[in-house]
């Protein structure tokens, strides 16, 4: 079976490279899949989980914005941060998607970073389950 | 002459000294390490983040984002330093700070008002030394707490401030790190903001471009890649000022404790002369008594 090269990288590190056969990712206008031999695409992503397939098996991956690239066959997606389903800390995600309703219902000056981060929690807790 | 006492706490003092800067040296350089390891880690991101962006501006037309254009009045000038928190690193921070000052100066003979944004300590101090008007400090966040948060932060204020007309020039100045020996300070224009260019090597113009499916449209793409390109440089800045940071420290504690070997040197054979003068004293006060009593 063919293969792309998929690299999730974040301002820290290499999150993830690795030779997959699928990828679906969150697009600003919905979600899409990349196959390879893809055309060249460029994206931008929202919050979201970003779901690939390797080796026959299916992995989860929390990304929080960014974009992606495809082009030649390689699949380079640029996140603020991205982090793997079973490294997703969850206790932390639901303290944060507490705080952030609390000051979404406290009608906080900040809704629209409240709202941000109550997103980025939502979908990590989602992706970890 | 001084006692032999003294000479000698001097040489144990001057030994303590050796120890913390050896010390010091040691810290620096794994500290050093880790701030490289950041920067090979951060390379990746920019590089391809550099080529993505380079392409689309390829697209599009001259002045296509507000920040990419200049302001025809140029009244506000804002400068961005980046330095370290701390000293005992030579003239590290200072050269960055007299780089800084020196584009100031330039500023305000072109009539421009000059105030500044620090990130790091020293810089902060120097500026509020010299003067200048300050908008924002972030002390005592240089090192390992360095994050994209804090560049964003950074870099928000910037934008905000030339897409307000506060500002109509932003400058970064940081140290940059080219290798051990060399850290010169840089200066980059922040804004306008410069969109990367392809390099056309013939390899590259060789191969056919296929085209891109842009999703949303190049324009929107353009608009929200652009601002987030100013984060990277910024956070590209604070990476190189902090490997730099820890580079220059090594080389000020080598330095320091190279001079302490010598002066331990130079201080023993003080020792060893005034422990000799002694015994020569001693031993004339001995033959002369003797002299006198078998005269």
């Known amino acids: 079976m063919s293969t792309l090269q998929l690299d999730v990288i974040t301002p820290d590190k290499t999150v993830v490279s690795l030779e997959a056969e699928m990828v679906v990712c969150p697009g600003v206008e919905g979600e899409f899949g990349v196959l390879p031999q893809h055309v060249s695409l460029l994206s931008a992503l929202k919050i979201g989980a970003m779901r690939y397939r390797t080796g026959g098996k299916d992995e989860y991956l929390f990304i929080s914005g960014g974009f992606v690239d495809v082009n030649n066959n390689v699949m380079t997606v640029l996140a603020e941060s991205a982090e793997r389903a079973a490294d997703i800390d969850t206790a932390r995600a639901q303290t944060a998607r507490e705080r952030a309703e609390k000051r979404l219902a406290a009608g906080d000056v900040d809704a629209i970073r409240a709202e941000a981060a109550l997103s980025r929690s939502v979908s990590r807790l989602h992706i970890a389950r | ?295």
């Open chain 2, 1 to 295: 002459m001084p006692s032999l006492k003294d000479v000698k706490m001097k040489i144990v003092g001057v030994g303590k000294t050796k120890q913390i800067t050896k010390a010091m040296n040691m810290v620096a350089s794994a500290k050093l390490r880790s701030a490289q390891s950041r920067i090979e880690r951060f390379r990746p991101y920019a590089a391809k983040y550099r080529q993505v962006l380079a392409e689309l501006s390829r697209k599009m037309e001259g002045n296509a984002h507000p920040l990419l254009a200049e302001h025809e009045e140029k009244k506000n000038c804002a400068i961005v330093m980046i330095t370290s928190d701390r000293g005992l690193c030579g003239s590290f921070n200072g050269n960055i700070t007299s780089q800084a000052f020196r584009l100031a100066k330039e500023k305000t003979y072109a009539g421009m008002s000059v105030s500044f944004a620090c990130v790091g300590r020293k810089g902060w101090d120097a500026a509020r030394k010299a003067g200048y008007t300050m908008m924002t400090s972030y002390a005592d966040r240089m090192g390992n707490s360095i994050d994209f948060a804090l560049a964003s932060s950074v870099a928000a204020e910037a934008i905000h401030g030339y897409e307000t007309l506060a500002f109509d020039e932003v400058w970064l100045v940081y140290g940059e790190f080219v290798s051990m020996g060399h850290l010169p300070p840089r200066t980059i224009c922040l804004l306008p903001l410069k969109a990367p260019k392809v390099e056309d090597s013939p390899q590259t113009s060789g191969e056919v471009r296929c085209e891109y499916i842009y999703e949303p449209k190049e324009e929107k793409l353009f608009v929200e890649l652009l601002p987030r390109y100013v984060r990277v440089q910024v956070y590209c800045g604070m990476l190189d000022t902090s490997a730099s940071e820890h580079a220059a420290r090594m080389a000020a504690m080598d330095n320091a404790t190279r001079n302490c070997n010598e002066l331990i040197n130079s201080l023993t054979l003080l020792y060893n002369k005034t422990r000799q003068a002694s015994i020569t004293s001693e031993l004339i006060d001995i033959v002369g008594g003797a002299e006198a009593l078998s005269g």
